[in-house]
């Protein structure tokens, strides 16, 4: 009865690909963690892409969150692929 966590996603259209999902943010109560929580979110999260027409949905986290990545390959995720993030401070 009491909220553990959220997840946050944005819909992103490329004029040549359709529209797929941008897990945003994906946080958890540390005392609630471990318990599939995380997973069930992202498993939403994915649940509500498909229904919205989105042909697929994707997520960047660091490669040594092994939290993350656990949470995320159990949704359906994965496997991780290399990627490179640029980023601009301002």
Same mark, same amino acid.
């Given at each position: ?6 997840? $946050? ?24 963690? =471990? ?16 229904? =919205? ?20 390959? $159990? ?16």
């Amino acid at each position: 009865g009491r909220v553990v966590g959220f997840v $946050s996603g944005v819909e992103t259209t490329h004029p040549d690909k359709g529209t797929e999902m941008f897990l945003y943010e994906l946080a958890v109560d540390p005392a609630a963690q =471990r318990r599939g929580h995380g997973r069930a979110l992202a498993a939403a999260l994915a649940d509500l892409a498909r229904e =919205r027409g989105c042909y697929g949905m994707y997520v960047l986290t660091d490669d040594d969150n092994a939290a993350a990545l656990a949470t995320y390959t $159990s949704a359906g995720g994965g496997p991780p692929e290399p990627a490179v993030m640029l980023t601009w401070t301002f």
